[in-house]
């Protein structure tokens, strides 16, 4: 997953500004205790910590969809 793709996601799920502001602001254990923005700048995974915020947030997995990848529209 590139940075853009979670950017994307981000806004695709909670909207542009909640998705900025848990980026700033969650405190996430699965990532070493960061916020996402502290996980980004140390060189996490952005996989992980996309998939760290799902976990957290109760994002159901069927949402996670193959990580920053849009799914097609029906």
Known sequence: MRLSEFWLAM?????EAYGRVLARDSVLEEIG????????KA???????????????????ERWYGVGQR???K
């Open 71 to 73: 799914e097609p529209k």
């Open 43 to 61: 060189g996490v995974p952005v996989r992980a910590i996309w998939l760290a915020i799902c976990k957290s947030s109760g994002v159901p997995a």
């Open 11 to 15: 806004a695709d799920e909670f909207g």
């Open 33 to 40: 205790g960061m916020t996402p923005e502290q996980a980004i």
